[in-house]
């Protein structure tokens, strides 16, 4: 069981990340050391050739991240990002995209975990993330 639900990541943790929350990142799962999160298309994500832009997928990299590191530890605001490392695999297009996060280490004062962004409607991967939180 996870350390936190989904309604009190998306209703309490959210809104204090207001970039995510303003672009409508959710939380749809969370279980203990996995989190899944969907960041739905619009305009304001989209580059020039109608793609995603690689800053909005690194914000929801982030942020899923986030959240399943909050899955072990609970509800402690103040774990942050010490490093954040992308690869962007293919042109994801105009979709919703899910991160699916997983837990790869967890110590005593960093989590690391493994992201992979997925196109929704095809389920192709479009990016591979990971990062490095600092647990307080």
């Known amino acids: 069981m996870a350390a936190i639900s989904v309604e009190e990541f998306n209703v ?15 939380a749809t799962q969370l279980v203990k050391n996995e989190a899944r ?14 793609t995603v832009s690689g800053p909005a997928l690194m914000t929801l990299a ?3 991240a986030w959240a399943v590191v909050l899955t072990v530890i609970g509800r402690q605001e103040m774990a942050v990002t010490t490093s ?12 919703d995209i899910v991160a699916e996060a997983k ?4 110590g005593r004062r960093l989590a690391v975990s493994a992201i992979e962004l997925i196109r929704a409607d095809t389920d192709d991967l ?3 993330a990971t990062a490095t939180y600092a647990i307080p």
């Open 12 to 26: 309490e943790f959210l809104p204090k990340v207001p970039m995510a929350f303003n672009i409508g990142i959710r």
């Open 126 to 128: 479009v990016a591979h």
């Open 103 to 106: 837990i790869l280490k967890m």
């Open 84 to 95: 954040l490392t992308m690869n962007f695999l293919r042109m994801p297009g105009s979709a």
């Open 62 to 64: 982030d942020v899923a």
């Open 37 to 50: 999160l969907l960041m739905p298309f619009s305009d304001a994500l989209a580059r020039p050739v109608d």
